[in-house]
């Protein structure tokens, strides 16, 4: 049997739950591998199994969820032990599909204690470079999903450098939301109409800063860079907010009714790229000195000037993929594509133990 504790159950948690249980019997056929979850957790409780939670619990979880409550409200909830509590005797997989970097040094420790860890979270790797390296050491940490979501893009970097490639350059579209607005822009909407559009339809998070700010985007740049080998220091990534300082504290509501006064630096430079016959793109470059995040005006030719929507894009500049990079490029966010990066990082995981 393998044993998985998951922590967090939310969008990205429960499609994974949900794949768990649909594909546990194939891979059993196909591997002889028993994934079995010892623990669900939420920010409220933990449901163990005894000893595994069974296909029927999952489904109760799942209906707690779904239904907006704690998994302290059901009867057998644990909520006052902490879940390294919980790990067996034998080598379990922690799943961290939380947005929380609580966990970070307990995932730590599981990781020293021989347990192994996926993640789609990524604030545990973009703590002080020290956790990083105690997470990935000896390939005890997978993190696919943190990066494009189910595209294969940590997977592919690694196997580069494993074979003893060099990167000279990434360049990436890494923020499916700021690629819808770029996309939007360019059919002739104005920034703040475009915002209202993508957080109406869903596309941006709760609160729109955590996308617009480039946040989420220097944890990708980030988690790259260190997949790289390169040893960057936490908090060294900054990226170029697209709204001013005044907007950064003021409620949720507030922000998106102020948001006119974000439009006039965006639409300056989006109107200076299409006088220059570019296009205004949010793009990740990462070379062995240096990270940058931010808006660039990129010539039409380039590669990730013809992305269009939410896709994600990113090209890797090698010593053997020089003359023409490798472009990997697809939707790079979703409940459903990232929980399959969860659960393939969970088998690969499974039939590596
Ligand atoms: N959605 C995507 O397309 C996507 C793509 C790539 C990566 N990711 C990453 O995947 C992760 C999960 O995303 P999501 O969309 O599923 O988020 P979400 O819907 O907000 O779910 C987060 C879950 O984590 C739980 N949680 C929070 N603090 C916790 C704690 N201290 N201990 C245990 N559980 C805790 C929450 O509990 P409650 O239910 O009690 O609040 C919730 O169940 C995030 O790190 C996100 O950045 C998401």
């Known amino acids: 049997m393998t044993p998985i504790i998951q922590l967090g159950i939310g969008g990205v948690g429960r499609a994974l739950a949900r794949q768990i249980v649909a594909v546990a019997p194939a891979i059993r056929r196909r591997y002889g591998i028993d994934l079995r979850y010892i623990a669900i957790a939420d920010s409220r409780g933990i449901i163990a199994g005894d000893p595994t939670v069974s296909e029927e619990q999952v489904h109760q979880i799942l209906a707690v969820k779904e239904a907006g409550h704690g998994l302290d409200s059901m009867t057998n909830a644990i909520t006052d032990r902490h879940w390294i509590e919980l790990l067996p005797a034998t080598i379990a997989i922690v799943v961290d599909v939380t947005a929380t970097s609580e966990h970070t040094a307990p995932l730590a420790a599981a990781v020293s204690a021989g347990h192994r860890v996926v993640l789609a979270n990524k604030r545990p790797l973009c703590d002080e470079y020290d956790l990083f390296t105690a997470l990935t050491e000896r390939g005890a940490t997978r993190y696919e999903a943190t990066v494009g979501a189910g595209l294969p893009v940590i997977g592919v970097l690694q196997g580069l450098l494993d074979t003893g490639d060099e990167v000279l350059r990434i360049e990436a579209a890494l923020s499916g939301t700021l690629g819808f607005l770029m996309s939007a822009l360019e059919e002739g909407s104005s920034f703040a109409e475009a915002v209202w559009k993508a957080h109406a339809l869903g596309y941006t998070e709760p609160d729109p800063r955590d996308d617009l700010s480039g946040a989420d985007v220097a944890r990708k740049a980030l988690i790259l860079a260190r997949t790289c080998g390169i040893p960057v220091p936490a908090d060294a990534v900054s990226a170029e907010s697209l709204f001013p300082p005044q907007l950064a504290t003021v409620s949720v509501a507030e922000f998106l009714q102020r948001l006119p006064e974000a439009e006039e630096s965006v639409m300056e430079r989006f109107a200076a790229a299409r006088a220059a016959g570019n296009v205004l793109r949010y793009i990740t470059c990462i070379t062995p000195d240096n990270i940058e995040v931010g808006l660039r005006e990129l010539p039409a030719d380039h590669p990730l000037a013809g992305l269009r929507g ?41 039939r590596e133990l």
């Open 310 to 350: 939410p896709d994600n894009m990113i090209s890797f500049t090698t010593r053997r993929y020089h003359d023409r990079p490798m472009v990997i490029r697809g939707p790079g966010a979703g409940v459903e594509v990232t929980a399959t990066g969860v659960l393939s990082d969970i088998i690969a995981t499974a």
